[in-house]
């Protein structure tokens, strides 16, 4: 079974900066596709950014140009670096990995951005 920690999650304000974390155990993590998901208080669960084990990237139009995904294998770890942030991108964050038959989620890390 896949369990996943994020961490890196904080208070900043507008325009600042902020690297997330997602800590995989598992022996599948490598060949697994993994994304980044936020939900804000009262809104649904949305996708921000994936990956798959192949490395190509795909995010949300509201954070294009802004974050970056990346994932370190050896280290069974994907990173999410989010610059120019802004209040709207508060959100509980979470990493997920997709498997089959059912994907696993993290314990969420909180990000909120101030005016």
């Known amino acids: 079974q896949v369990q996943l920690v994020e961490s890196g999650g904080g208070l900043v304000q507008a325009g600042e900066s902020l690297r997330l974390s997602c800590a995989a155990s598992g022996s599948i993590f490598s060949r697994s596709d993994m994304g980044w998901y936020r939900q804000a208080p009262g809104k649904q669960r949305e996708l921000v950014a994936e990956i798959t084990s192949g490395g190509w990237t795909n995010y949300a139009d509201s954070v294009k140009g802004r974050f970056t995904l990346s994932r370190d294998n050896a280290k069974n770890a994907v990173y999410l670096q989010m610059n120019s942030l802004k209040p709207e991108d508060t959100a509980v964050y979470y990493c997920?990995?997709?498997?089959?038959?059912?994907?696993?989620w993290g314990q969420g890390t909180q990000v909120t951005v101030s005016s």
């Open positions: 997920k990995v997709y498997q089959t038959p059912r994907s696993y």
